[in-house]
């Protein structure tokens, strides 16, 4: 079982940059695949990262990829997302996520076994 907190949400004007952190609970975090995902009001939830366990393989969503990225600190059972040149279209409840397979993250968002509760991302113009 692992468990995920999320913090880092705030408000940012466009342009600006913020970093999300995602606290994993349990032994084993260096043997997971984690990722984030986001869901903007009434849209969809979408992929945005996945990094593998040893920190070797990275995957983005097209439209972040050179803004964001995602780390991990296996150390410290984080994974992290800085996000800069943030754009009003990023707003949405970011989640982190974990999972055994470095493609359920990237390719079955609903087979993904664990997630957190999210946090607020809101990027003004």
């Known amino acids: 079982q692992v468990q995920l907190v999320e913090s880092g949400g705030g408000l940012v004007q466009a342009g600006g940059s913020l970093r999300l952190s995602c606290a994993a609970s349990g032994r084993t975090f260096s043997s997971y695949a984690m990722g984030w995902f986001r869901q903007a009001p009434g849209k969809e939830r979408e992929f945005v990262a996945a990094?593998?366990?040893?920190?070797?393989?990275?995957y983005y969503l097209d439209s972040v990829e050179g803004r964001f990225t995602i780390s991990r600190d296996n150390a410290k059972n984080t994974v992290y997302l800085q996000m800069n040149s943030l754009i009003t279209e990023d707003t949405a409840v970011y989640y982190c996520?974990?999972?055994?397979?470095?493609?359920?993250?990237?390719?079955?968002?609903?087979?993904?076994?664990?997630w957190g509760k999210g946090t607020l991302v809101t990027v003004s113009s």
């Open positions: 990094i593998s366990w040893s920190g070797g393989r990275t």
């Open positions: 996520t974990a999972d055994d397979d470095f493609q359920i993250i990237v390719v079955v968002t609903n087979r993904v076994r664990y």
